[in-house]
């Protein structure tokens, strides 16, 4: 089975700073990457699909990069509502695995 | 409105079964990928079974020959049937819409509110 590594565990970064979350696949997936952030006792909700489009109604400051193996979402001007934890996750195939999580916070 | 409602979780002992539903409206669950995941306390999120358009079905080996998906498609439901259950099971399980048409399938775009099973003595 193929396997989801997130990098980092865990972040603190000011607002309005870039942050960038990577997402490695143990094998390739194309662009079947999706991500979704999950706000502190509330259910997930999909960020960006196919590796780099963004869902309906998600702000522009959120995007998605890559293909194959590696691919990265980058918050471009982090805002206090962006804390959250970030799960990145393959769904070309069943097992639909998910990556452990980035926790994202402010400093 | 386009949703999903889950229900059936709750307290059950070691051992037992337990029956999870998730009710959707303003979609048809068989045109669709739907699939169960969950979410043990203060841990990431896991998957854990897929059912297919086309009916076919896989399972996270953690729960392989444990637990079986299914749908209704009168009722338009899915239903997550689990057996032998342990602690390990403990968590909050969430149903997930993947979106199918036409050969072109996405991501968990409509997640339900979850229901929490606690698998204890």
């Known amino acids: 089975d193929i396997l989801m590594t997130q990098s980092p565990s865990s972040l603190s970064a000011s607002v309005g700073d870039r942050v960038t979350i990577t997402c490695r696949a143990s094998?390739?997936?194309?662009?079947?990457l999706a991500w979704y952030q999950q706000k502190p006792g509330k259910v997930p909700k999909l960020l960006i699909y196919?590796?780099?489009t963004l869902q309906s109604g998600v702000p522009s400051r959120f995007s998605g990069t890559g293909s194959g193996t590696d691919f990265a979402l980058t918050i471009s001007n982090l805002q206090p509502e962006d804390v959250a934890t970030y799960y990145c996750?393959?769904?070309?195939?069943?097992?639909?695995?998910f990556g452990g999580g980035t926790k994202v916070e402010i400093k | 409105e386009v949703q999903l409602v889950e229900s059936g979780g709750g307290l059950i002992q070691p051992g037992g079964s337990l029956r999870l539903s998730c009710a959707a409206s303003?979609?048809?669950?068989?045109?669709?990928?739907m699939s169960w995941v969950r979410q043990a306390p203060g841990k990431g999120l896991e998957w854990v079974s897929v059912?297919?358009?086309?009916?076919?079905?896989y399972y996270a080996d953690s729960v392989k020959g444990r637990f079986t998906i299914s749908r209704d498609i009168s009722k338009n439901t899915l239903y997550l049937q689990m057996n032998s259950l342990r602690a390990e099971d403990t968590a909050v399980y969430y149903c997930?819409?993947?979106?199918?048409?036409?050969?072109?399938?996405?991501?968990?775009?409509?997640w339900g509110q979850g229901t929490m099973v606690t698998v204890s003595s």
């Open positions: 997930a819409r993947e979106p199918y048409s036409g050969g072109w399938y996405g991501a968990f775009d409509i």
């Open positions: 996750q393959k769904y070309n195939s069943a097992p639909l695995t």
């Open positions: 094998q390739g997936i194309s662009s079947y």
């Open positions: 059912v297919y358009s086309g009916g076919s079905t």
């Open positions: 196919a590796a780099s």
């Open positions: 303003g979609f048809t669950v068989s045109s669709n990928y």
